[in-house]
Nanobody, 124 residues
Framework: HVQLVESGGGLVQPGGSLRLSCSASGLTRSAYCMAWFRQTPGKEREIIAVIGSAGGTTYYTDSVRGRFVVSEGAFKKMYYLQMDNSKPEDTAQYYC??????????????????WGQGTQVTVS
């Protein structure tokens, strides 16, 4: 069974950088869409970045494109979200999620069934 554990959240100043990590286990298929979502109180969880584990194609929403980079570590066990030029509006609980790799550019949140517990990022 898939287990995802996020880490690396914390407090960062505006304009600063932070790197979030997602440790993945139980990914037994050959390819997955690995996504980063974020959520603030009272709002829906929004997808911000996706990487396809087969091929490494990446996708971003307009709110983070050019500032955040999603990447994959060795052996498909670690995924990262490098956050640069952080803004106060990036403050949120950040989650990683996984689904089988099929049209990773489809940002439909309901397609993701496996989630981590989240890590808090505060930009202030």
């Amino acid at each position: 069974h898939v287990q995802l554990v996020e880490s690396g959240g914390g407090l960062v100043q505006p304009g600063g950088s932070l790197r979030l990590s997602c440790s993945a286990s139980g990914l037994t298929r050959s390819a997955y869409c690995m996504a980063w979502f974020r959520q603030t109180p009272g709002k829906e969880r929004e997808i911000i970045a996706v990487i396809g584990s087969a091929g490494g194609t990446t996708y971003y929403t307009d709110s983070v494109r050019g500032r955040f980079v999603v990447s994959e570590g060795a052996f498909k066990k670690m995924y990262y979200l490098q956050m640069d030029n952080s803004k106060p509006e990036d403050t949120a609980q950040y989650y990683c999620a996984a689904r089988l790799q099929l049209s990773c550019g489809n940002f439909d949140r309901s397609l993701y069934k496996d989630w981590g517990q989240g890590t808090q990022v505060t930009v202030s």
